[in-house]
Structures are given as C-alpha cells and as structure tokens.
C-alpha cells in the first residue's frame, strides 16, 4: 500500500512539473528570445496572436497592375531614363509622385526618381499621335540602357477623332512629292541674284503642300537666318495699318541652313483660307546684318487650285 502510495505521489509530481515548464515556455518573457516549436516549420508566433508565415508578414507592399505583355523596365536612383518616340508625344501619365518626367524634346520623355524619394514600382503611360505604349517600372537595376525607343510591338493603336495625319504620314506624303512629282512654276520672285519658284501646290485631306525651290545665281552662300509664312494685305498704303498674320508649318521636310546655289523643301499646312485682299508671303531672310530677303507671294487662287497627290 505504501510503495502504491509513493508510486502515486512521484507521478502527479512529474506530471506537475512538466506542465508547469510547458506553461512558461508559452508565457515568455519579451525580453528573451524566443523561438516556440513551430519555427522549425517555418511558421513564428505573432503578437496578435496565432501563427503567421514570416515571408507573408513582411512582403513589400502590393506592385502597380501589371497589364498583359506590358514590358518591364529598371530604373536606378542614379540614371535618368529617355523614352525616344516615333511621333510627337501627346501624353504622359506616371503613376507615382516619386519620379518626375519632362519632354526636353517634342518626342522624348525623360525620367528620374526624385530626390530623397523612394519607389517600387510605377506605371508610366505614353501616347503618340496614334498609338499608346504603357511600362512596369521598376526600381533598382544594373547595366540599365539609359534610351528606351518605343517599338511598334510595345504599342496600341487609338484613334483620336479630328487629329488627321500624323507626322511620319505627313513626312512620308512630303518625301514621295519630293522624290517622285515633276516641278513647274505657279509663282516666282527675282531678287538679290535669288530667285524663289513655287513648284506646286497639293492637297491630301485637311493639309496643303507647297513645294518651293531657291535658285542662288550668285558665288555668295546663302545662310538661312529665317523662314517665315505670313498672310498680309495685298495692298499697303501709308494711310492704312498693315495686318498680318503668321501661321507656321505643320512639317518642314528638311532642316536646311545654308545653301550655295539650289535648295528646295516642302511645306505642310493645315487647311487654310484667306480673302481675296490678302496674300500668302513667305519671306526667307538672311544671317547678315544687311542680309539679303526675298518674298515669295502666294494668291488664294493657287491654294484654290492645288492638285491632289497622286497614289
């Protein structure tokens, strides 16, 4: 009876301490560290209580929607990033505050995280004339090219209503007059050993072609200082004021400087209309201080005349 006794008391004796130890393992002390069993699993105690996976606990916050097939691109704290477009950009949305983009150029966007700004990821949006093109940007990077051009294959077509040509259409319809249309004279003008030919005028929807060529029958360069498209009063007189109005190309074929004897170029217009009391001047001056200037004047009837471009 007695050794059943002691049997009894040694067992409810273990039995205590084990749950007494078991009870301060899930009572720590915050001060010390602690490790509880389902670490080994990959799993650790969180203070609000319950299990919780640490990768998930931590995770950075959610990233920019991610379209289908949108590229991804890296952008470094210390590179600023240049988009190179095909056509005159019309838009740019970024969708953090943290990185600032200007257009230096009528057709580049430039990027660059702003200082003392941090960012995970972005979503900048870019659209052209006709089409859209959307990136995943990325922070951080290494070997990150600095010139981005947007491919056809990064892109959508939209169609924004009333915009007419774009400027590659534009280019292409100028280059194929350039190259493939005979010239003859609607207009001239002599002056200063100079003579200005207007060639011919085309039409093509909502845009007019000039074709204009310059002759130099003199041995002195000329160094373009100025091109301007003016439409005035045919008549001035001293008793009248002079009103006049310039209106500039939607495309210039060539960026020319300087000429020795010939130089000829073709000039888009949006449609334009004028009274029968005014003209269209186009005035090419000269980079000296008593350079020569030449006038070329262009009657609505020639606008009103103009041929279509050939197919």
Not at 155 to 169: A, H, K, M, N, V
Not at 253 to 264: E, G, I, P, S, V
Request: hydrophobic residues 40%; glycine residues 4%.
């Amino acid at each position: 009876m007695k050794r059943t006794l002691f049997t009894l008391a040694l067992l409810l004796t273990v039995l205590s301490l084990f749950a007494q130890d078991n009870f301060e393992h899930l009572n720590h002390n915050a001060a010390h560290s602690f490790l509880p069993p389902e670490a080994d699993s990959g799993f650790w105690w969180s203070d609000r209580g319950g299990l919780f996976d640490p990768e998930s606990e931590y995770a950075p916050q959610t990233s920019a929607l991610q379209l289908p097939g949108m590229p991804v691109l890296h952008l470094p704290q210390n590179l600023t990033l240049h988009f190179l477009s095909p056509q005159p950009i019309q838009y740019v949305d970024i969708s953090t505050k943290n990185i600032e983009g200007d257009l230096p150029l009528k057709n580049v966007l430039r990027l660059k995280i702003k200082e003392n700004s941090v960012f995970n990821d972005a979503i900048v949006t870019i659209a052209g004339e006709d089409f859209i093109a959307q990136y995943h940007i990325l922070a951080g990077g290494s070997s990150v090219p600095a010139l981005i051009e947007i491919q056809p294959g990064d892109t959508r077509p939209i169609d924004i209503s009333g915009s007419g040509l774009t400027q590659p259409e534009l280019k292409k319809l100028a280059n194929n007059l350039f190259t493939n249309c005979h010239t003859r004279t609607v207009e001239t003008t002599i002056a200063f050993g100079l003579k200005a030919i207007l060639n011919h005028v085309y039409t093509a929807g909502d845009y007019i072609f000039l074709d204009i060529t310059y002759k130099n029958k003199t041995n002195l360069s000329y160094h373009i200082d100025d091109l301007r498209f003016k439409i005035d009063d045919k008549k001035v007189t001293k008793a009248t004021n002079i009103q006049s109005l310039e209106i500039k190309p939607e495309l210039t074929l060539f960026n020319t400087q300087a000429f020795d004897k010939y130089y000829r170029n073709i000039f888009v217009f949006k449609k334009m209309s004028f009274p029968g009391n005014k003209v269209l001047n186009i005035e090419l001056s000269e980079k000296q201080i008593s350079g020569r200037v030449i006038v070329l004047p262009i009657t609505y009837k020639d606008v009103l005349e103009a041929d279509t471009i050939p197919n």
